[in-house]
């Protein structure tokens, strides 16, 4: 797990004065659900070349 100084970049780029929690929540949600499209397509992109290789080897 990394340190709270690792992390203070992205702490730093969420933080908001303006709210009760100190981060814009609907910011950090925007973020989060663009890093998973991310990794799903990433993800199906693996998927498509593992069904490719083991269509090869049969």
């Given at each position: 797990?990394?340190?709270k100084?690792?992390?203070?970049p992205i702490i730093d780029k969420i933080a908001s004065e303006n709210s009760?929690?100190?981060?814009d929540a609907v910011y950090v949600h925007a973020l989060?659900?663009?890093k998973l499209?991310?990794?799903e397509s990433r993800?199906?992109?693996?998927?498509?070349?593992?069904?490719g290789e083991s269509d090869q080897t049969e």
């Amino acid at each position: 797990m990394k340190t709270k100084a690792e992390l203070q970049p992205i702490i730093d780029k969420i933080a908001s004065e303006n709210s009760p929690v100190g981060m814009d929540a609907v910011y950090v949600h925007a973020l989060i659900l663009d890093k998973l499209e991310q990794l799903e397509s990433r993800l199906s992109a693996l998927e498509n070349s593992c069904s490719g290789e083991s269509d090869q080897t049969e």
